[in-house]
């Protein structure tokens, strides 16, 4: 690995078999996290419409790093493949700048995919080679990654920088409209997929998403907002008095990651330790933390509008253990974490059993797939 210029925390996978392990991994990963959205509907922490949203996001999420996959497959084996940069410090994830040029690549792919062979035609083109030159292919078989590359991303369905609003309707409450929104980002400050979901109730007189008025200015709003260092406290009081007849009773914010692994990324603190200790096979040789802050409104209060009107305006519980602590407010009625990891690294971790792990909730992941929940 070799430092990109633009920062000492990120780095470039400059060996094609460390950049496969690499997305490997990450393949891995995303298909443990489903299952874990899952166990957490199946515990009533997630309701339905809020696994269907989580999942859709990570199944976003797959299908873009099986994209970037193809796309940097030859790395170091053919001079003009491209190399992967990665956040080696904070998230262990590609770098936010990544994305952007893959949605740039969407937007050409029709194009780059015309003046392609297709795959089949390059498939032939390998064998016929192999056979009457007896040589590696490795520039028909480089083409034929950046055609896979170019196809994934013709597909759609992918995990964007943004991923805008949308709303999904829950039912009525009296004559009120209640809608679960859910949006994602790749936050730019962490390099993390971040996925938000809000449940707003709608008094206004046409549904929002059907509102030309309301629901750009609701997604633009939104999206503009959804940055790592802002409180939720402080999007959804904002929301609040943006959209007087939308009524944002609750707001879910989901971290997905950061990724630590002791062969990619440098680790600070107990679990540093924890993958030092575990001493884990290749495949295993990893702990994604996966955290949830979640914001909720406790009792609506009416403020004045106008000369003789009124607005709700919503009231958010604070954490009680950060009340009158003398603790730095974190915006957010309560938090928790959970950590992701394969069972070598969790025997590591019950081990040492380091302080600030005692209360984090851990999904393990066994020799056979299955993942085990332990408190």
Known sequence: MAASELSRDHFQLEDTRVTRRYFGKFDRIT????????????????DH???????RYLI???????????KYHFSGRW???????????????????ELLEMANDAAQAKRHLEGMPTEAALKDEMVRMILSEQSVPT?????????????ELARGGLFWARNDPEAVWEGNVGDRRRYLLRWAVYDSQVNLPTVYLMEVGDSGKVG??????????????????SVDALKLMTIATGFDKDFDDLHPTRLRRFHIGPMYSHA???????IREVLAQARAAEGDDWALVWTEEELVAERVQAEKAGWFGTVERQIYARDPMMVGQGVADHGATRMSRAVILPERPYQALAEINPPGFRDVRKFVVNPKGQVLSYR
């Open 49 to 55: 419409n809020e696994v269907d949203a989580l999942a």
């Open 79 to 97: 001079a003009h493949a491209g190399k992967l940069t990665f956040d080696r410090e904070e998230s262990g994830f590609p770098v936010y700048a």
């Open 264 to 270: 990619f990324t440098h680790q600070t603190g107990p």
């Open 208 to 225: 929002l998403p059907k509102d030309q008025r309301r629901w750009p200015a609701v997604q633009a709003h939104l999206m503009a907002q």
């Open 31 to 46: 298909g443990y996290l489903a299952t874990v959205a899952a166990q957490m509907e199946a515990e009533q922490r997630l």
């Open 60 to 70: 976003a999420l797959s299908l873009t790093f099986r994209a970037l996959a193809h």
């Open 139 to 151: 520039k028909l078989q480089y083409a034929l990654s950046q055609r896979l590359y170019y196809q």
